[in-house]
């Protein structure tokens, strides 16, 4: 069975801090997806990784990809409280005869404490 | 516009009931899907469809039907409603996956919250 985990659920954290959230997955997948979720809200788009060493950042969000370590990170910069939200990533693996599907990390919860 | 746009927004039924949720995307994608987030905000892929085939995550339970009368529409028909049925649904939409350097970002609608009483 195909799973994606995150690393931690629940993250609080003070303004101004610096964390990293994890993202392990079981399958080969040459891409990785971030995206973020507002309470009661749809999900958002932040980041297309799409090879091996691929990095990207926006603002305080800074992902990266590790395709042999089946591994992604999603580095979070002197946090504000804005970026409270749940972040999940996702893969899209390659699954023969299946077309393609994705497949969701368990989440992480982000608070940012003034 | 709405890209991923999905109806209702909230749904409160009775056990027992047959519900249906629809769901259009003005994309141009060839592929969408039904996602189910449950409280502790899990996001399960439920189906996923394209003009050529039906992906049906074998975990879901066959009161669930996926409906397509085209390509910008996916429904979903839920016969026979339990308690644990109540969750946040999503539909989804992409292109077909691409090649090795094309990434394929999956749009969502706003989710309907489904409740069942």
């Known amino acids: 069975e195909l799973k994606v985990e995150q690393n931690p659920l629940f993250l609080s954290m003070q303004e101004g801090k610096n964390y990293t959230i994890y993202c392990n997955y079981s399958?080969?997948?040459?891409?990785l997806y971030w995206y973020r979720q507002d309470p009661g809200k749809s999900l958002e788009s932040l980041f297309v990784?799409?090879?091996?060493?691929a990095v990207k950042q926006e603002g305080r969000l800074m992902a990266s990809l590790d395709t042999k370590a089946r591994l992604s990170t999603l580095h979070i910069t002197a946090a504000v409280h804005d970026l409270s939200a749940t972040y999940f990533c996702a893969v899209d693996p390659p699954l023969l005869n299946t077309g393609n599907q994705f497949y969701f990390g368990t989440g992480t919860s982000l608070t940012v404490i003034p | 516009d709405t890209a991923v746009s999905q109806t209702p927004k909230y749904l409160v039924t009775q056990m027992g009931n047959d519900k249906s949720i629809k769901c259009e995307q003005n994309?141009?994608?060839?592929?969408m899907y039904w996602y189910k987030q449950d409280s502790k905000k899990f996001l399960k892929i439920m189906f996923s469809y394209n003009n050529k085939e039906l992906i049906i995550n074998e975990t879901v339970p066959n009161r669930f039907s996926p409906k397509s009368p085209d390509k910008a529409h996916l429904n979903l028909h839920i016969n026979s409603l339990e308690l644990g049925d109540s969750a946040v649904y999503f539909c989804?939409?992409?292109?077909?996956?691409?090649?090795?350097?094309?990434?394929?970002?999956?749009?969502f609608g706003e989710g309907s919250w489904l409740t069942v009483v």
């Open positions: 994309l141009g994608h060839d592929t």
């Open positions: 399958t080969t997948s040459d891409r």
């Open positions: 989804a939409s992409s292109h077909q996956r691409r090649g090795l350097l094309s990434g394929n970002t999956i749009y």
């Open positions: 990784l799409l090879s091996n060493g």
